[in-house]
């Protein structure tokens, strides 16, 4: 084993990890929104509204994100719209995490009992008001541990937008192998970095957890 070969290489690994941290931070912002309009509208939408919601959920939770990554990049440019290689994961990665966090944010909706919406509305509250203030940060907070796993998938399903050459972290490890020969090293390193960002990333929720919903330090 020899790792002093890819030294020479540490702008690309730095480079690519800062690539695969934006696509995450990005697909994790817009997918939260879209989880929570969709868990909304699946609440008071109207019908066609609600199927269509159920039908996008359905399709990208059923269908390999990879082969939603090269639909957006190959065939979306046959209709007029080419997306660059980072653009075009970015959308297919918010769409994937947006499909499970509606079901998650439907969930949390799901838990808080009716009781604490009539009591809202017994303010004088309307509706988005009972939904923004009373309804909503419960949910939230019932279900962050979903959204810190689901987090973490995201984080590590980064590595399919490799194929489009989008140059995240296994894009990079992909380019460095083909220079070095170096497999099992390249790897080894790349293998790390994604499990240093991901216990990082558990360290950040969980503190998170402490200071916003004052939970308990596990012991």
Known sequence: MNFQQLWRYQDQLVEGTLITLALTLIAACAGLAIGVLGAALLRSGSRPVRL????????IRNTPSLIQIFLIFFVLPSFGLKLPAFE??????SLYFGAYAIEIVRAGLESIPPSQIEAGQCLGLT?????????????LRNVYPAFTSQFTLLLLGTSLASQVAAGELFHAGSFIE????RS???YAVICAIYFAMVMAFKA???????LAFRWPVRR
Request: glycine fraction near 2%; hydrophobic fraction near 60%; proline fraction near 5%.
């Open 52 to 59: 269509a919601i159920r039908s996008y959920i359905e399709i």
């Open 88 to 93: 075009a994961a970015a959308v297919a990665l």
């Open 127 to 139: 509706r988005w008001q009972v939904f923004r203030h009373v309804v909503l940060p419960p949910a």
């Open 178 to 181: 083909s220079r070095t020969y």
């Open 184 to 186: 099992f090293e390249v």
């Open 204 to 210: 950040v929720f969980a503190v998170i957890g402490v």
